[in-house]
């Protein structure tokens, strides 16, 4: 098979970049590390990536394809190259670069490290000398998180940290939600106080893009979601991020819509609000925001209700609310499908 | 970006390698009051302990009837006697209390319907032992580690690669790394050394392990002047995809995969007509090797057949292995079988050491794969290489600290140590004509693969030794492409190439030497058989002025008389 790739290469002494070509035959099974690899081995040896396990289990080589990030060792080529086409390949976003594929990680540890990543258990733990005893479905809470391979793909596509390089991101956030959701940890409390403060939580914008890009479904965003409902739910909720989050529920409760004028004022306190309003009044004008009066009411409250009753009933306090993307939206279907009894698909 | 770098730092103790042994070791003699720092070619998590899937073996009884004399039994039979029984006994005996204290840090193992540990049959236990989760076990123990690690703000060398113990006259004063990330050399003096940096199966091309798994740790020693125990076993995996060597997993046989050759036989009816494709992995994977061997092969690889798994079973409970197929091979198991062939997958052998972890050199110690205590003597049991990183680990992690704590003074490096290895490596960067190191590292890895594999014979090992002198002499003149000092991977490369190609000469030299089959030893056309009346011995190779040596020394034995191995 024939292989054309545009390799972006960095110069780590004049900080110069530019794109290399590369023309390879390679097999028809051949991944993008593989591609690296002969690359490495045949044509220019100075290519620096990184790469270990070869089987997406150590997380080295992440790298951005056409924009995209993947592990270059998950990625067939052949899918890449269909059609003619020569893919570019950078390293991954929002980490300075070191030299040509590799970055930086540091700065992603040290978010690591800011949330306190490791269990500080409680008491009763393992008393008897052997394990504390816990229901296997206690743990599913945190499954899905405790598969990240810090791999940096959520980093790289973070928009947020792109804004706000100062964001925890969610490779932090993954591993803070690892912690607060372990029945064992005993720093519950403290760890979502710390969490809910600036560059927290809150700071994500939910674009999901981490969710969609992780290579191994550890669904980042979803954790920061299960964070959020947690630190509300332990009424850790004075930030304007979490005051924004439930205003939204208070709205759709009251009046089946979102009222967005009054968001404001709810989000950032009426002190602040009368800085916005300048902002506010051309928002009015070019009719991109309704007026405060009348209220935005929806026409019909019952379904607004009704599914605030549906869930109530399902009794999900704090992170087992949380369903999103579109494993939500099939569980949506399957609760509003009258044949399947409710509540039998529990998360 | 980089913070300015001494170019010599010291510590009480340096652990070399940051797997799970290594984070072990760490965290122990940091707890036992040393000052420690980690030395590692890669970040923590990046290490290979975190592609062990199965799951850790000890006898917590939690899923029936077990006892520590009971896995002890079974490690002693499954090591086909070679295992040194004081170890092994010691071994089953404090895996219990690892396991609890892996779980009060954090560990997220399965549980049962009473919200214990749960544990799983493994093959060649007795009992279910093997704590798991799910599959990805290793990679959970890694990350629970590098946590234990974090909070206690233990120092990281990372991507230093360590390429020189330096030794003097009072015993070894620190190693010698290249900082991958800055460049130069780098010279980390300590009082005690533990090398911990895990296999070499990438000696072949047909491997399970990851690309950094190049027996760095145990080419270091032996240039140290330390000996290597019993390097000729090798364990092979019996389906491992071709080409790349990935492992596919037991669990396919195990719900009705078939094993079929070139005239879509299933060839196991000969072999284990009883147990077939379950029989156990040094048999299935004999039995592979000799359909090869008798042209009975798909270029090279059987067949490894679940078509009649179905869409749904497929999906449901093997989504992980199509998924491997499709990426790595192009193939969809659903429409056609998989090819597969035995590939290497765990080294026994590695550094000489007690029970602490201590090798020759007073302060030299090592832990996990790159040490042989010896644990698994010619054959390890699936479950027992992450327990033994972990007891091990942590036993070596003691002594080291208690070691370097009763030596004075600081530690410290002669300045001439770092200067001459400059100097080597300058020579190194500065040749402009030679052979990329590539070549020579495909040609290793056949070679070991064809010559050295599950099957060897005198002539073929005799030819082997030829071509790795061949080898090593057109290493002698290898050419590294990059010059740059910044993340220069292929200066490392070379390095670690020439690790290997010492390593296969040692492995080689003892297996010729090893006249019976023992284990993962397995000579058919001479030595078919165990011979305990000659060989019930370890294997020992040093190497000093290009010279190699062998010797021998005796196995333990407490409890357990060798008898004929059968399951």
């Known amino acids: 098979m024939q292989v054309r790739l545009h390799v972006q290469r960095s110069d780590p002494v004049t900080g110069e970049t530019r794109l290399q070509l590369f023309e390879l035959e390679l097999p028809r099974e051949a991944t993008l590390l593989d591609c690296l690899e002969q690359i490495k081995d045949e044509v220019d040896g100075t290519l620096a990536f990184r790469r ?16 995209r990030t993947a592990l270059a060792c998950r990625t067939p080529v052949a899918e890449l190259v269909a059609e003619g086409h020569a893919p570019t390949i950078a390293p991954i976003g929002n980490l300075p670069v070191v030299r040509d594929l590799v970055v930086e990680m540091e700065p992603m540890w040290q978010k690591m490290r800011a949330v306190e990543p490791f269990l500080r258990p409680g008491p009763d733990c393992g008393l008897d000398g052997r394990e504390t005893p816990i229901p296997s479905a206690r743990l599913d809470a945190v499954r899905k998180e405790s598969l990240c391979i810090n791999c940096g793909a959520c980093v790289s596509e973070c928009d947020a940290m792109t804004v706000s390089p100062e964001f925890l991101g969610p490779h932090a956030l993954v591993k803070a939600w690892r912690l607060v959701g372990d029945p064992r940890d005993d720093a519950v409390a403290p760890r979502l106080k710390g969490l809910s403060g600036e560059h927290g939580i809150w700071e994500c914008t939910r674009c999901y893009l981490c969710n969609e890009r992780c290579p191994k479904g550890v669904d980042p965003r979803d954790a920061i979601a ?64 309704p007026l405060p009066l009348p209220r935005h009411r929806a026409r019909d409250l019952a379904p607004a209700r009704e599914l605030r009753h549906i869930v109530a009933g399902q009794d999900r306090r704090g992170a087992l609310g949380i369903v999103q993307g579109e494993r939500a939206l099939e569980r949506i279907d399957f609760i509003c499908s009258p044949e399947q009894p409710v509540g039998e698909d529990e998360p | ?75 002693v039979k499954g090591s086909d006697y070679l295992g040194d029984q004081d170890a092994i006994e010691l071994f089953c005996a404090e895996a219990p209390g690892d396991i609890y204290q892996l779980e009060r840090w954090g560990a997220l193992f399965d549980r049962d319907d009473e919200g214990r540990l749960a544990q799983r049959a493994f093959g060649g236990a007795g009992a279910p032992r093997t704590v798991h989760a799910a599959d990805v076990s290793g990679h959970v123990l890694l990350q629970v580690l590098y946590e234990q690690l974090l ?11 360590a390429w020189r113990l330096v030794v003097g006259a009072t015993g070894c004063d620190g190693v010698l790394a290249w900082d991958l990330a800055r460049g130069g050399v780098r010279a980390l003096a300590a009082k005690a050394v533990i090398l911990a940096t895990g296999g070499s199966g990438r000696v072949y091309c047909g491997s399970t392990n990851a690309h950094a798994c190049t027996g760095d740790g145990m080419a270091m020693a032996l240039r140290a002047g330390l000996p290597l125990e019993d390097l000729e076993f090798v364990q092979f995996h019996p389906t491992t995809l071709v080409p790349s060597g990935l492992l596919v997993t037991e669990a396919v046989r195990g719900e009705g995969g078939l094993l079929l050759n070139a005239k879509g036989e299933r060839f196991m009816r000969r072999y284990a007509p009883e147990a077939m494709e379950l029989a156990s992995r040094d048999v299935v994977a004999r039995a592979e090797q000799t359909e090869i061997d008798e042209g009975r092969d798909v270029n090279g690889s059987l067949l490894l057949d679940m ?20 990426t790595y091979a192009g193939i969809d198991p659903l429409e056609q079988p998989i090819p597969v062939r035995p590939g290497a997958h765990y080294h026994m052998g590695g550094v000489a050491t007690d029970v602490d972890g201590r090798s020759e050199i007073e302060n030299v110690f090592a832990a ?93 090992m005799r030819r082997q030794l030829e071509l790795l002198e061949n080898l090593r002499e057109r290493y002698r003149h290898v050419l590294v492409d990059d010059r740059g000092e910044i993340f220069n991977s292929d200066l490392v490369q070379a390095l670690e190439l020439g690790y290997q190609l010492d390593l296969a000469v040692c492995m080689v030299s003892a297996g010729l030497e090893r006249r019976e089959s023992r284990g993962a030893h397995s000579r058919p056309k001479d030595f078919p058989a165990r011979d305990d009346e000659n060989f019930l011995k370890h294997s020992l190779v040093r190497w000093s002025n290009d010279w190699l040596d062998l010797s021998w020394k005796p196995v333990t034995i407490t409890k357990w008389q060798p008898q004929r191995r059968t399951y």
């Open chain 1, 226 to 289: 299960k964070l959020g409902a947690e630190a509300i739910a332990a009424r850790i909720d004075r930030d304007r991020g979490a005051r924004h989050a439930k205003w939204f529920v208070t709205s759709a409760r009251t009046t089946g819509w979102l009222r967005e004028s009054e968001l404001v004022v709810r989000t950032l306190g009426l002190a602040f609000s009368f800085a916005k309003i300048p902002l506010a009044l051309r928002l009015f004008r070019r009719g991109k925001a």
């Open chain 2, 151 to 161: 909070a206690r703000e233990i120092r990281v060398y990372e991507e230093y690669f």
């Open chain 2, 368 to 460: 996990g794969e790159v040490a042989c205590v010896s644990l698994h003597g010619a054959n390890r049991l699936g479950g027992n290489s992450l327990m033994e990183t972990i007891v091990f680990g942590r036993r070596a992690g003691r002594a080291a600290a208690e070691q370097a704590l009763k030596r004075s003074g600081s530690a410290g490096l002669a300045p001439s140590a770092r200067v001459d290895g400059e100097r080597e490596l300058a020579r190194l960067l500065e040749r402009h004509q030679g052979e990329r190191p590539s070549r020579i590292r495909d040609e290793l890895g056949a070679s070991m693969h064809e010559n050295f594999g599950v099957f060897r014979e005198e002539g073929g």
């Open chain 2, 1 to 75: 970006m980089y913070g300015p770098e001494d170019v010599e730092s010291s510590h009480d103790v340096l652990v070399i390698g940051a797997g799970c042994a290594g984070m072990r070791a760490a965290i122990e003699a940091h707890d036992a009051g040393a000052d420690v720092a980690l030395v590692s070619k890669l970040h923590p998590t990046r290490s290979h302990s975190g592609a062990a899937r199965g799951g850790i073996n000890a006898a917590l009884g939690n899923a029936g009837e077990d006892s520590p004399e009971r896995h002890a039994a079974d490690t």
């Open chain 1, 52 to 67: 270990s396990c070869r089987e997406g289990i150590c997380g080295s080589c992440a790298v951005r394809i056409d924009g």
């Open chain 2, 307 to 326: 078509r009649h798994f179905g869409r749904e079973k497929m999906i449901e409970r093997f989504h992980g292995t199509r998924d491997l197929a499709l």
